[in-house]
């Protein structure tokens, strides 16, 4: 694949600093992993990036990302083959995945859509436009989450997310060896 020099992008001067969402970014081309590093941590997210497809899940599940930036054409393992394989994958299903790619032909653009991306842009990268497709994706997924995680009438999370919640405070505890006490109010 034929790599473009990527211009240093600039963030939107007016970029909150608040965000605090994880975004992964795997792409073989070290110019791009520090151009959305640059353009991305001044939002405040937290950007992990990875050159090496074949190390991904490793990364996945230490950086636990909100959204996952891929690249279509990558040595070893290509980012529609990672897509697939997180689509097929229960727990980061529901992962937002957005494709970043020089390619702009119909066909890997339908490859892309099929294998389970929620967006897609081509580079090179219009700063203002990836930071507001992110931030759009990320406000839709909280939405949907909240949606199918919390009771409308009470406002508390529902019996499956309570569950989940409290497997993952349990394996905290045990983790960093502490105590762990839970009491339930009716």
Not at 4 to 27: I, Y
Request: overall charge negative; hydrophobic content about 40%.
């Amino acid at each position: 694949m034929d790599k473009q020099q990527m211009p240093e992008p600039q963030p939107v001067p007016e970029a909150p600093q608040t965000n605090a969402s994880k975004v992964m970014v795997v792409d073989d081309d070290p110019l791009v992993l520090t151009a959305l590093q640059n353009l991305l941590e001044p939002w405040g997210f937290q950007v992990y990036t990875l050159g090496d497809p074949l190390q991904f899940f490793d990364l996945l599940k230490e950086a636990e990302p909100d959204l996952l930036i891929l690249d279509v054409q990558m040595p070893h393992k290509g980012g529609i083959e990672l897509c697939r394989e997180i689509r097929n994958n229960s727990q980061w299903s529901g992962l937002p995945i957005l494709f970043l790619t020089a390619r702009t032909d119909a066909q890997t653009m339908h490859q892309v859509f099929a294998a389970g991306a929620d967006d897609y842009v081509s580079k090179p990268i219009v700063g203002p436009e990836l930071v507001s497709r992110i931030l759009n994706r990320l406000e839709r997924t909280r939405l949907l989450r909240s949606l199918v995680e919390i009771d409308a009438l009470t406002g508390v999370m529902n019996r499956r997310k309570s569950s989940e919640e409290l497997q993952r405070l349990i394996q905290l505890c045990d983790r960093h060896q502490q105590p762990f006490c839970f009491a339930i109010v009716d």
